[in-house]
Nanobody, 124 residues
């Protein structure tokens, strides 16, 4: 059974940084593309970033390009999301997701496995 566990969320001031982690267990991590999504209260879950199974290809939402960086460490079965210059409107629960596929995916329906989420709150 594949399990994803996010960590690293918390409270940060506007302009601050956080690094989220997503550890994957129970499967062949090197075969998974991994994505990050976020969901604010009353809003739909939206794509943030994704990385291919090799780590050579990444994809970002336009709103986070240049500020967020996704990466993976296969030796640790972990994907990271480095978030810089955070804004209040980015307050949300952040989820990681995985799918056994080569390329990064941008839609929630394209992922098979999900974590429980980690709260990120950006205060102004």
């Amino acid at each position: 059974q594949v399990q994803l566990v996010e960590s690293g969320g918390g409270l940060v001031q506007v302009g601050g940084s956080l690094r989220l982690s997503c550890e994957v267990s129970g499967g062949s991590f090197w075969r998974y593309a991994v994505g990050w999504f976020r969901q604010a209260p009353g809003k739909e879950r939206e794509f943030v970033a994704a990385v291919s199974w090799s780590g050579s290809s990444t994809s970002y939402a336009d709103s986070v390009k240049g500020r967020f960086t996704i990466s993976r460490d296969d030796s640790k079965h972990t994907t990271y999301l480095q978030m810089n210059s955070l804004k209040p409107e980015e307050t949300a629960v952040y989820y990681c997701a995985a799918r056994e596929t080569r390329e990064p995916r941008g839609l929630p329906a394209e992922y098979d496995y999900w974590g429980q989420g980690t709260q990120v709150t950006v205060s102004s």
